[in-house]
Nanobody
Framework: QVLMVESGGGLVQAGGSLRLSCAAS????????MGWFRQAPGKEREFVAAITWSGGSAYYADSGKGRFTVSRDNAKTTVYLQMNNLKTEDTAVYYC????????????????WGQGTQVTVSS
């Protein structure tokens, strides 16, 4: 059984920062992509960022470019999302996910999901 647990969400003022973490257990994710998605109330789940197993390649949605940084620690099977200069429109539940593919940017390409962590950005 694969278990993915996010942490680090919370309430922050606009312009502030948060660092989300996602710890994966139950199997190794060698050569597999890990990603972050978010879902705001009344909206569909959307891609935020993804990173290859080596960490050599990362992809970002336009909304997070220049503000978000995805990274991973394979020794700890943990993926991180550093979010800076947060905006009120970043408010959402953030989900981490793991794919059996080497890279994936669409939700249906991911096989394992965490339960989500709430990020609320106040003005």
């Amino acid at each position: 059984q694969v278990l993915m647990v996010e942490s680090g969400g919370g309430l922050v003022q606009a312009g502030g920062s948060l660092r989300l973490s996602c710890a994966a257990s139950g199997r190794t994710f060698r050569y597999n992509a890990m990603g972050w998605f978010r879902q705001a109330p009344g909206k569909e789940r959307e891609f935020v960022a993804a990173i290859t197993w080596s960490g050599g390649s990362a992809y970002y949605a336009d909304s997070g470019k220049g503000r978000f940084t995805v990274s991973r620690d394979n020794a700890k099977t943990t993926v991180y999302l550093q979010m800076n200069n947060l905006k009120t429109e970043d408010t959402a539940v953030y989900y981490c996910a793991a794919s059996i593919r080497s890279m994936a940017t669409m939700a249906d390409q991911y096989d394992y999901w965490g339960q989500g962590t709430q990020v609320t950005v106040s003005s």
